[in-house]
């Protein structure tokens, strides 16, 4: 069984049927949604940052270095983090994948801000991604990081077992967009994130639920509750 916690926002943890550890945008200590602190992660095998803002890469550097896990990202983070003495890091690009303990994991385009959180100089200005994870095993899971509604999504239809879709709108698709994307997905299970942290993006993920209909199965979680898989 894998199973994926979420932690508020677009934080999620995923642990895999072998047992790895891959905490996704981690955003805990400052992240008014979250159920626990980033010292209550626990051991980590991976973080996966989808882009730089700070609501999902608050805490990366602090738990990359605590937890020596291998922080992959997109090739200017990975810079980034390096040069805030991260050890275990590795770069992708948008379109690119690479075989890792846990399975393969490959970014996926967002539409969205480059801007990374810390980077004082501005020089490490990246293309934001999201995350399409092929686990050891089969089990595919979808990370959209913070997007906009893409036709590119229509490329992963029925290849993603369990999506993870913002519905916040205002600085990411809404909930009729993610609708839309569900269609272009097709994926088993739909989790809804990136609402409710601030006012901003309130959002009623049950409405989402019903709108979303016999489309996808979809599981509506509060921060500390999982969804096994
Ligand atoms: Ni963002
Ligand atoms: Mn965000």
Redesign the pocket.
Known sequence: MARLTWHGHSCFLLETDDGQRILFDPFLDQNPASDIKADQVGELDFILVS?G?A??FADAIPLAKRTGATLVSSFEIVSFVQSQGVENAHPLSIGGGHTFDFGYAKMTPAL??GEVAGDESGKFTTM?GGWWLELNGGKRVYHA??TALLTDMKLLEGQVDVALLPIGDN??MGPRDAIRAVEFIKPRTVIPMHYNTWELIRQDPHAFARAVGSRAKVVVLEPGQSHDF
Do not use: E
Request: charged share 20%; no cysteine.
């Open positions: 882009h803002h609501d999902h969205h801000g934001p990081g913070d600085f990411t």
